[in-house]
């Protein structure tokens, strides 16, 4: 399991196409294989203050995920919709 968490700080006057593209690749990216989880939470104490959520089964599926429409028209497009570019971080799952 692979669970990438992605931080972005929007600015007001861009939030609602923010939300629309980022509302697609949610709908889009949950109909992928390997993937369960795909959510966006808003931070409850900064309303321009979101992260995405994704759970992997493996880092393939995570590579596949790059590869797909819906992944390249948001890289292309949502950091213009940013205060700075958005955070990206990676976390395994630690055996027991």
């Not at 321009?48 to 429409?69: F, M, R």
């Amino acid at each position: 399991m692979i669970i990438r968490n992605v931080f972005f700080d929007v600015t007001q006057e861009h939030e609602a196409k923010f939300l629309k593209l980022l509302n697609h690749m949610v709908v889009e990216s949950n109909k992928e294989d390997g993937c369960s989880p795909y959510q966006l939470w808003r931070n409850a104490h900064d309303p321009y203050s979101y992260v995405l959520v994704e759970h992997w089964e493996t880092q393939g599926h995570l590579d596949a995920h790059g590869k797909t429409p819906q992944w390249i028209d948001f890289n292309d497009t949502v950091n213009g919709y940013l205060k700075s570019d958005y955070d990206e971080h990676h976390y395994n799952e630690i055996p027991r």
